[in-house]
């Protein structure tokens, strides 16, 4: 029986303003085993990257418990490079934050980046970059730090339909080949489907767990061949009656 990595036990955090208390989140139960890639969906607004923050120790629950094994790399919506430093230096940018920027961890973001097809592009600057490979320079650069477990904020969605189409296939073998755990937020639902082990799906604000499915496409990984398998359409139908219930 694999591990859990990330675990909340009765999660519920309450903003407080000068207008009075906002309910966010209302008692968030659920696990993320070690190697498993967990997707979270929900209406707009109803505090799914709440739920990120919570999973990566940036916001501390007002009830309930989250326990993490081991690091958390948290990629964002946007790829985020710094336009004046070259592929390579935003690579190492996490190493330096954390002050681990030794020759080996240098080289291992390296070869990285040589494994998916940025090592020509280690000294351009990001402007010389398609959308796709930004997005791929981004995930090498949290996986820079080796972390246990890959937080995912919407990290497609600033890009075009086909390129989104292609950089989920890149990112998803990436996080596959290296083995690690993933936690993706996302409104898109076939994108959910095309990527998931296991599905959430979150309530209107205050999030709370309202479905849960563990998807049955056998040991079929690769998003483009998911959406063309028969059962696709299938999930994409009770998913959607799920957040519009």
Not at 13 to 19: A, D
Not at 38 to 49: D, E, L, R, Y
Not at 71 to 96: A, H
Not at 150 to 176: C, H, K, M, W
């Amino acid at each position: 029986m694999k591990k859990e990595m990330l675990r909340f036990s009765g999660v519920s955090l309450i903003y407080h303003t000068k207008l009075g208390e906002t309910k966010a989140a209302d008692a968030l139960s659920f696990s993320v085993s070690e190697g498993e890639f967990v997707a979270v969906i929900g209406p707009s607004g109803c505090g799914k990257t709440t739920l990120l923050s919570l999973a990566a120790g940036l916001l501390k629950p007002s009830e309930g418990l989250v326990e993490r094994q081991g690091s958390c790399g948290y990629m964002l919506q946007r790829d985020e490079l710094f336009g004046w430093r070259t592929v390579e230096k935003n690579i190492f940018l996490p190493l330096e934050i954390k002050h681990i920027k030794t020759e080996e961890n240098c080289e291992r973001a390296r070869a990285l980046a040589r494994k998916y097809g940025l090592g020509d592009f280690l000294q351009s600057y990001p402007s010389a970059l398609s959308g796709g490979m930004r997005q791929r320079a981004a995930l090498i650069r949290t996986l820079a730090t080796d972390p246990d477990v890959l937080l995912l904020d919407e990290p497609f969605s600033a890009l075009d339909y086909q390129t989104r189409l292609n950089v989920t296939e890149d990112v998803s073998g990436i996080i596959r080949s290296e083995g690690k755990t993933a936690l993706l937020i996302t409104h898109d639902i076939s994108e959910a489907i095309s990527l998931a082990d296991r599905i959430l799906v979150l309530s209107p604000r205050p999030a709370r767990v309202t479905h849960e499915h563990t998807l049955d496409f056998g040991e079929e990984k690769n998003p483009m061949r998911r959406r063309e398998m028969n059962g696709f359409s299938g999930w994409f139908e009770i998913l959607w009656k799920e957040l519009n219930a």
